[in-house]
T-cell receptor, first 108, second 114 residues
Framework: TQLLEQSPQFLSIQEGENLTVYCNSS?????LQWYRQEPGEGPVLLVT?????EVKKLKRLTFQFGDARKDSSLHITAAQPGDTGLYLC????????FGTGTRLTIIP | DAGVTQSPTHLIKTRGQQVTLRCSPI?????VSWYQQVLGQGPQFIFQ???????GRGNFPDRFSARQFPNYSSELNVNALLLGDSALYLC?????????????FGSGTRLTVV
């Protein structure tokens, strides 16, 4: 059973455009994490959000945790080719549960 | 500081064989978790160990087992390998038993069962 659904599953946009990736669940998590994974590598932690409604910014990336701590979003401003990768959200409850993933491709 | 190290990086096994994968956490991290990632999917939780005790187990058959050593390194064992066990096996370490500060992943072991 997949507790975390990400959308879209695939996204291909031009360099300079903005995008938002969504991570939704019916379960409440104590924290929610976003990772980026390159081919042949393990996921790399981008951010952890803990408080409902929390917003964190990492350069051009903005992460938001839903008020009810069930969902999250990742917004990228002015996407660059270096943003290309697999983006994974992961909810921490008694174990870390990963979402279905969003494969992002930025076209130069 | 070294990150999470996993060995071997690649492995090819035959159906029915047994395999042992190894993981060394970041120095000071006491928790190690194991994940299986099948191509095109997100990682699936297998085990978590904290202070040498099992703290969580995912929905995997008893063919999968693990342990954590006094130095906090860990091994994942898979018996009676099936073709469906082919995947990237990831190890992650964290300071505490909960992941509020996030997990650091190794680069994984790519297991191919033929």
């Amino acid at each position: 059973t997949q507790l975390l659904e990400q959308s879209p599953q695939f996204l291909s946009i031009q360099e300079g455009e903005n995008l938002t990736v969504y991570c939704n669940s019916s379960s409440v998590f104590s924290s929610l994490q976003w990772y980026r994974q390159e081919p042949g590598e393990g996921p790399v932690l981008l951010v952890t959000v803990v408080t409902g409604g929390e917003v964190k910014k990492l350069k051009r990336l903005t992460f938001q945790f839903g008020d009810a701590r069930k969902d999250s979003s990742l917004h990228i401003t002015a996407a660059q080719p270096g943003d290309t990768g697999l983006y994974l959200c992961a909810g921490d409850r008694e174990k870390l549960t990963f979402g279905t993933g969003t494969r992002l491709t930025i076209i130069p | 500081d070294a990150g999470v190290t996993q060995s071997p990086t690649h492995l090819i096994k035959t159906r029915g064989q047994q395999v042992t994968l190894r993981c060394s956490p970041i120095s000071g991290h006491k928790s190690v978790s194991w994940y299986q990632q099948v191509l095109g999917q997100g990682p699936q939780f297998i085990f978590q160990y904290y202070e040498k005790e099992e703290r969580g187990r995912g929905n995997f058959p008893d063919r999968f087992s693990a342990r954590q050593f006094p130095n906090y390194s860990s091994e994942l064992n898979v018996n009676a390998l099936l073709l469906g066990d082919s995947a990237l096996y990831l190890c992650a370490s964290s300071w505490g038993s909960r992941g509020n500060y996030g997990y650091t992943f190794g680069s994984g072991t790519r297991l191919t069962v033929v």
